[in-house]
């Protein structure tokens, strides 16, 4: 079961592609301190997996493996791309 939710397949078809339809949900979310290594072994063989992960920083989602990314990394995706930003229009 893809922790995304149905509505979203009306105008993308990514998650069709998903490699985590029909595996255990509980797998992305585990609990704080769990192993997240099963999930990203899920990820690893993904075929949409940036879309996965773009969706998640796009909206914000602050729990659960997406993109075969822990919450904290991609915080420090968020993070190195608004520096990024920054120092572009720094110029
Ligand atoms: S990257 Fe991981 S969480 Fe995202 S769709 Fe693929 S298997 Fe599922």
């Given at each position: 079961m893809?922790?995304?939710?149905?509505?979203?397949t009306v105008e993308s078809t990514w998650q069709d592609y998903a490699n985590?339809?029909?595996v255990d949900p509980d797998?992305?979310?585990p609990e704080r301190g769990a192993s997240t290594r099963e999930a990203k072994e899920v990820c690893r063989?993904?075929?949409?997996?940036?879309?996965?992960?773009?969706?998640a920083?796009?909206?914000?989602?602050?729990f659960g493996?997406?993109?075969?990314?822990?919450e904290r990394e991609r915080r420090r995706i968020r993070r190195q791309r608004a520096l990024a930003r920054a120092a572009a229009s720094a110029g």
């Open positions: 893809l922790h995304v939710s149905a509505d979203e985590c339809l029909g797998l992305f979310f063989g993904c075929v949409v997996r940036e879309d996965c992960l773009e969706y920083l796009a909206n914000g989602e602050k493996i997406w993109g075969g990314m822990s």
